[in-house]
């Protein structure tokens, strides 16, 4: 089970008029943003738009990578159990996978 497949478990609060990225790709986006060490919604913000080419080849986005304010509107939203759930189905999945969390 790759990452974006536990991510899409996650209910979107979002209504569906006017989506321009994907739940699970703004989730990728502040999961690794947060693991490069930017935290906070304008931290993410900083993070999608210095990143933004990559970003936006590797996720194979069709619009660019939203403001801090999209983050912020959608991950304020969210329910942070399903969140945790999802993550951690993801990591149970890994784990199984690779047998440890250390590389040798």
């Known amino acids: 089970m790759t990452l ?9 609060p979002r209504r569906s008029q006017g989506k321009r990225i994907s739940l699970e790709h703004l989730l990728v ?11 906070g919604y304008r931290g ?24 801090y304010v999209t983050f912020f509107s959608v ?3 969210l329910d942070e159990s399903q969140v945790v759930s999802a993550f951690n189905t993801w990591a149970d999945a890994f784990l199984e996978q690779t047998g440890s969390w250390m590389s040798a």
């Open 29 to 39: 986006i502040s999961i690794l943003s947060y693991c490069c060490g930017s935290t």
């Open 44 to 67: 993410i913000g900083r993070f999608g738009k210095a990143y933004s080419e990559v970003l936006t080849k590797e996720l194979g986005l069709s619009h660019p990578v939203p403001s």
């Open 4 to 12: 974006l497949e536990s991510l899409s478990t996650i209910e979107d």
């Open 75 to 77: 991950l304020s939203n």
